[in-house]
């Protein structure tokens, strides 16, 4: 555990970009936002529409928030952040519904949900309120890319494995008989299982070989 | 920042500091809250004309090929009023008529409670054979991938292509029902979605009551509908 830690504390030499989208990914790597992770993500589009939205969201109010970081006193950063974070989405939806009812009809119900996702938060706590507006934005793209790529992950596999279709076009043909269980919530732990594991996998590959590696 | 006056913990707040913070929280809502003023001001055309056209495009959508559009609303005394919008509060319902000016049917707006929160939509009905024609949902926050597939589920959607509504007397014949999936076997019954059960009855109920409070309304004006007036 301290180990991980470690690992995921290590953010200076990364680029705070890449960092959010592959490295320190908020759901492969940090575990974080389980909820909207879950719940949302029984088909392709809705993982992408919840990522797009989330990724706005954090970007314009991680550069806010960055910017009067130096007037917050640290006893109530988290109320102010939580305001500022909540005033972002409220503007999102307006907008989103300004710009395109269609665009909104597929969005709608999981804009509100952005602030109950713990993400957000962590970030502004452990970033945003720390760095510079630039790398805060940055960050919150990276990451909320990262969220987008994850929630993706999962989406596939569970509307392939699901519904047999990818994107709402069948895939697996007429002889397919979808799982309807990818669908509901335990589908969502078992897929999220399953992308767990290939990453721990994958870790545990590369330590073997760094320490191979180190003997000779 | 002085030294604090009552000596404790690092993180205990002085007067002084107390004040600070809740000038800062005062400002961070103020500013929040200006915020989404000014976006609600700026958008808010923008997002009515918007719905206006949605609306229009769903009629249009229910009742393919009408080329003229008229809007009623339907008053707390039971009387027909012409709207010029196609937005706004109040029950309304839309009259949709072909190149030559014939009625094609009706388009009543209707909500109902779902699994999460209000279900609107519009459906179809024809004043001729007593008959829901078309079904669309406009606006909903049911569950993604279960309560959210009474839109899009085309087995479901089929279930509105002459749905039994007739009334009589200002009653309904039989009530729009909502069955377990696989059991319809009359006219007026929904098929419902398996694995989406409490927004496919929220669909029912919303039906039965719309065609209750509406349809006798729009027979008993049907000669002035016809004439579009």
New interface residues.
């Given amino acids: 555990m301290t180990a991980e830690k470690q690992a995921v504390t290590i953010t200076a030499d990364t680029h705070p970009f890449l960092n959010g989208l592959w490295k320190q990914n908020p759901v492969f790597v940090m575990v974080l936002g389980m909820c909207p992770t879950l719940?949302?993500t029984?088909?392709v589009r809705?993982a992408i529409s919840m990522g797009l939205a989330t990724t706005f969201v954090m970007v314009v109010s991680y550069g806010m928030i960055s910017a009067?970081r130096k007037?917050?006193?640290?006893?109530?950063r988290i109320?102010?952040f939580i305001?500022?974070i909540?005033?972002g989405v409220?503007?999102v939806d307006?907008?989103v519904?300004?710009i395109?009812?269609?665009v909104y009809?597929a969005l709608?119900?999981?804009i509100p949900l952005i602030v109950s996702n713990c993400l957000t938060l962590e970030r502004a706590e452990a970033y945003a309120g720390k760095q510079p507006v630039i790398k805060s934005m940055l960050d919150g793209l990276g990451m909320g890319l990262g969220f987008a790529l994850a929630l993706t992950c999962l989406g596939m596999v569970r509307e392939v494995l699901?519904a047999g279709t990818f994107l709402g076009y069948p895939v697996l043909g007429s002889h397919f008989e979808p799982w309807?269980l990818f669908?509901?919530p335990p589908g969502g732990f078992i897929s999220l299982a399953m992308w767990l594991l290939f990453f721990a996998w994958r870790k545990e590959r590369a330590a073997k070989l760094a320490a191979a590696e180190a003997t000779q | 920042m002085s030294s604090p006056i009552i000596p404790g913990p690092a993180?205990a707040?002085s007067a002084a500091?107390s004040i600070?913070?809740v000038r800062?929280?005062g400002a961070?809502?103020l500013?929040?809250?200006l915020?989404?003023v000014a976006?609600?001001i700026?958008?808010k055309d923008?997002?009515q004309s918007?719905?206006e056209?949605?609306t229009r495009e769903s009629v249009q959508e229910l009742l393919p090929g009408i080329k003229k559009q008229v809007t009623y609303g339907l008053e707390p005394s039971g009387e027909l009023k012409v709207l010029t919008g196609a937005t706004g509060e109040g029950k309304k319902f839309f009259a949709g008529y072909d190149g030559t000016g014939k009625l094609v049917g009706v388009v009543i707006e209707a909500s109902e409670r779902g699994y999460?929160d209000v279900i609107s939509a519009l459906y179809s009905y024809s004043p001729a054979t007593q008959t829901i024609i078309g079904f669309k949902v406009i606006?909903?926050?049911?569950t993604?991938?279960?309560g959210?597939r009474i839109k899009s589920d085309i087995p479901f959607l089929a279930n509105f292509k002459g749905l039994d509504a007739k009334v009589e007397n200002g009653k309904e014949v039989h009530n729009i029902t909502t069955v377990k999936h696989g059991t319809k076997k009359n006219a007026w019954e929904i098929d419902a979605i398996s694995?989406a059960t409490i927004s496919s009855r929220a669909v029912g109920r919303m039906l039965q009551k719309s065609v209750q409070d509406v349809t006798p309304v729009i027979l008993k004006n049907l000669d002035r509908i016809e004439r579009g007036n």
């Fill in positions: 719940a949302i029984n088909s809705n009067i007037l917050i006193p640290k006893q109530v109320a102010s305001a500022i909540a005033c409220t503007v307006f907008l519904k300004a395109s009812i269609p009809q709608g119900a999981y699901g309807v669908l509901l | 993180h707040p500091n600070r913070m800062l929280l961070v809502s500013m929040c809250g915020l989404i976006t609600n700026l958008t923008r997002i918007n719905q056209t949605i999460a606006d909903m926050r049911e993604p991938g279960l959210d694995g």
